[in-house]
Nanobody, 121 residues
């Protein structure tokens, strides 16, 4: 059974930094794109950043230049380094991964349980 586990959320003052991590475990054939999404209270979930297996990245406009997504394909892990955090970055952050369970399977999106990031001070 595939599992995604996030860690690293917390409370930080404006201008501070946090590092989120996501670890994928379980039996699987292949992972393609991994991503970070966030959902603030009363708002829809939005893409923050994603990274393909080949290392190509994409960022939401408001985080460009402040956040960096990276991955370790050998370890099936992904990180989101966040700098210059703003109160509007406050949200629950979710890790996602597009995974094919078997060589003949279509890719399916799996989600972590989320980790809370609060920027306040």
């Amino acid at each position: 059974q595939v599992q995604l586990v996030e860690s690293g959320g917390g409370l930080v003052q404006p201008g501070g930094s946090l590092r989120l991590s996501c670890a994928v475990s379980g039996e699987m054939y292949s992972i393609s794109t991994m991503g970070w999404f966030r959902q603030a209270p009363g708002k829809q979930r939005e893409l923050v950043a994603n990274i393909t297996r080949g290392g190509r990245t994409k960022y939401e406009d408001s985080v460009k230049g402040r956040f960096t997504v990276s991955s370790d394909n050998a370890k099936n892990t992904m990180t989101l380094q966040m700098h210059s955090l703003k109160p509007e970055d406050t949200a629950d952050y979710y890790c996602s991964a597009d995974i094919a369970a078997y060589y003949y399977s279509a890719f399916k999106t799996y989600w972590g349980q989320g980790t809370q990031v609060t920027v306040s001070g």
